[in-house]
């Protein structure tokens, strides 16, 4: 069975710290990883990913996939109270699947002043 | 650009009645779209997968006569919650696939559905 597993489930900061999102995942035909940041409603695309080694970034927010150990990681640097939202990892896969979204639990993330 | 909107974002009906959820795309067709639910802090739980003209996909343990979706233009897709009971009360989220050739997804904002 595909499974997606994002960690920590929950964090807690101050704003200005940095903070680093786990995503492991055990797919079969895997074809990309996504990242999603959801507030109140919509989750919105943040970054998706298909190479390993290459970083993508946006602002204060980097992703890098590892295709060999099987996990990404998302960062935020100086983080402020509106990085406070649901972080999801979301995996693609190959084949008879294509184009299905598989998604971890998620991270809380909440950011304090 | 990438706008997905959903109607009505909310909803309380009765059991045993029928409520219909739209999502368009608004400046973009969409080949496929995706019917997700979403329980309080938890992760998105995909129900279908929707493709224009054809007959939607529907995970395992997601019950068709139940949720009824139909995919009639590449800017609209509907599901159908059919004699809803207060188990299915939710957040149902819809996203579409701009084409068939990238994995983005865009989301719609939502649906809280609640049957008393």
């Known amino acids: 069975e595909d499974k997606v597993v994002q960690s920590p489930l929950s964090l807690v900061v101050h704003e200005g710290d940095t903070v680093t999102l786990n995503c492991s995942y055990e797919?079969?035909?895997?074809?990309?990883l996504l990242w999603y940041k959801q507030e109140k409603k919509a989750p919105t695309f943040l970054f998706m990913l298909t190479s390993s080694g290459i970083e993508k970034k946006s602002g204060r927010l980097s992703s890098i996939l590892d295709k060999k150990e099987l996990f990404s990681i998302l960062n935020i640097t100086a983080t402020q109270t509106g990085d406070s939202a649901i972080y999801l990892c979301?995996?693609?896969?190959?084949?008879?699947?294509?184009?299905?979204?598989?998604f971890g639990q998620g991270t809380i993330l909440t950011v304090h002043p | 650009g990438a706008v997905v909107s959903q109607h009505p974002s909310w909803v309380i009906c009765k059991s045993g009645t029928s409520v219909k959820i739209e999502c368009r795309s608004l400046?973009?067709?969409?080949?496929?779209m995706f019917w997700y639910r979403q329980f309080p802090k938890q992760s998105l739980m995909l129900m279908a997968t929707?493709?224009?003209?054809?007959?939607?996909?529907?995970e395992q343990g997601v019950e068709k006569d139940k949720f009824l979706i139909n995919h009639a233009s590449l800017t609209l897709s509907t599901l159908t919650v059919t004699s809803a009971h207060p188990e299915d009360s939710s957040f149902y989220i819809c996203?579409?696939?701009?084409?068939?050739?990238?994995?983005?997804?865009?989301f719609g904002p939502g649906t809280r559905l609640t049957v008393l």
């Open positions: 996203s579409a696939r701009p084409d068939f050739f990238t994995d983005t997804q865009y």
């Open positions: 400046d973009f067709q969409a080949t496929t």
């Open positions: 979301a995996v693609t896969l190959r084949g008879t699947s294509y184009g299905k979204l598989t």
């Open positions: 797919v079969t035909n895997f074809r990309s």
């Open positions: 929707s493709n224009e003209g054809s007959k939607a996909t529907y």
